[in-house]
């Protein structure tokens, strides 16, 4: 498909849009109510997840194993009725092992592609840090392009592709650090930590019904049908934001590239990332536009994808740099 035919499609999925709001919001509800009943007591990081699938940004976990990210992304894509794929990352992992690779058919005489695990809409990363650069660079191209190549051959993944890899924060002997142009492609950076203790018995009491073969998620029909992720992705992406709070992200984004706590700064792709984020965090809230309130709700996990280290925590690091800018209230006002 081409670019003019998406927009195309896009646009007249647009024109319907305004008839379908209530409905929209209904769905974006029970997502919210679907993704909280799996991952227990988590509602902020629920709520990141959603903006970051209605952004179209990737997401980077970084957590301890057995804290529910796999049951997580499971549930997103039964939810969002998408394919949904786990890709375990060790450093024997080859490109063709997260692309597909060309298999020859001896009864037709010819290379047949077998397509791999990123031909999905919701892929799990898991331990993406232990992958060699080498696979990295393979997954790279897929998150940013939403396409592989494959012996010289394009081959286009789904519009609604969306990774959310994880990485364990403790252990780091025989792993790969991700380079900054690949931590440039994820949109957020979360960590779901450990469930209050009221949650873990709930959790606990849930699966006592269990049959051990699946999870009660596992049986829940879908809640977008095909082609209403793209429609709503659309509408976030035609969110109005205010010249003077674009000017607003641009003097937050020289404001890293001076600061010493960054490695080197936001780009213009991360300020475009911020940018989309908020749009999606002001659609989630039922806004018919963004405020500054949008954009500093996202700036933590965002501006933690680009921190040198790990003494300082994001959400103070985050403080810090909106700290250092005036935020533009005379356009709240005018857009109230």
């Not at 949650?199 to 095909?226: F, K, M, W, Y």
């Not at 965002?302 to 985050?318: C, D, F, I, P, R």
Request: charged content about 20%; some cysteine; hydrophobic content about 40%.
């Amino acid at each position: 498909m081409t670019k003019t035919h998406q927009h195309s499609n896009e646009n007249a999925l647009l024109s319907d849009a305004k008839h379908a709001a209530p409905h929209q919001f209904e769905q974006m509800s029970a997502l919210r109510v679907r993704l909280n009943e799996t991952l227990k007591g988590k509602e902020s990081v629920v709520e990141h997840i959603l903006i970051g699938l209605l952004a179209r940004g990737h997401i980077l976990l970084e957590d301890l194993p057995g804290l529910g990210k796999t049951t997580l992304a499971r549930a997103l894509a039964d939810a969002i009725g998408g394919r949904f794929a786990r890709l375990q990352c060790t450093p024997d992992l080859l490109p063709n092992d997260i692309t597909g690779f060309n298999l020859f058919n001896q009864k037709t005489s010819e290379f047949e592609f077998v397509p791999g695990p990123v031909f999905s809409e919701v892929l799990l990363a898991d331990e993406i840090n232990r992958a060699t650069p080498r696979a990295q660079s393979a997954l790279l191209e897929a998150m940013a392009e939403r396409q592989v190549t494959v012996d010289n051959v394009r081959h286009a993944l789904s519009s609604e592709f969306f990774v959310i890899a994880t990485q364990n924060p403790i252990e780091h002997h025989g792993t790969y650090p991700l380079p900054e142009a690949q931590l440039d492609r994820f949109a957020l950076k979360l960590s779901i930590g450990y469930p209050a203790p009221d949650d873990e018995l709930r959790i606990l009491s849930s699966a006592v019904d269990e049959c051990g073969n699946g999870s009660p998620e596992d049986q829940t029909e879908p809640i977008l049908q095909h082609g209403e992720l793209r429609l709503l992705q659309a509408q976030v992406a035609r969110l109005p934001i205010a010249p003077i709070l674009q000017r607003y992200l641009v003097d937050l984004g020289n404001e890293t590239r001076s600061d010493s706590q960054f490695e080197h700064g936001l780009s213009p792709r991360a300020l475009l990332i911020w940018q989309r984020l908020s749009q999606a965090r002001a659609f989630l809230e039922g806004k018919s536009f963004v405020t500054p309130d949008d954009i500093q709700t996202v700036a933590s996990p965002l501006l933690s994808l680009h921190m040198t280290g790990a003494h300082v925590a994001s959400e103070e690091l985050a403080a810090h740099v909106l700290a250092k800018v005036a935020v533009p209230v005379e356009a709240s006002r005018r857009n109230n």
